[in-house]
């Protein structure tokens, strides 16, 4: 379980960091009726991206969990999102 110090290519700015792991479909939705309906306890385990730690934060300051289970539960839902496109085009440029 030391999936803090993995270093690589963080799937939302490209850039290379220390990864983290977002489920797609956050914890605290796994026992709600409307994800157990539409997604197998698998999946909602499993479906994740590595995220560099200031993607990851966007994110979460960004959307609650349940929004982002809901609306941005791939990759190019979050990379769709007019906020988060901005973000990261911001935290490219940063070093
Ligand atoms: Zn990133
Ligand atoms: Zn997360």
Redesign the pocket.
Known sequence: MNQNKKIGI??????E?KLTFHHLIPKTCHSNKWFKKNFSRDDMNHRGVE??S???KFIHKTHTEKELGRNFNTVEKLMADPKIMKF?KW?KKQK
């Open positions: 963080c799937s939302l700015c490209g850039r960091r995220l560099c200031e993607c990851h990261v935290v």
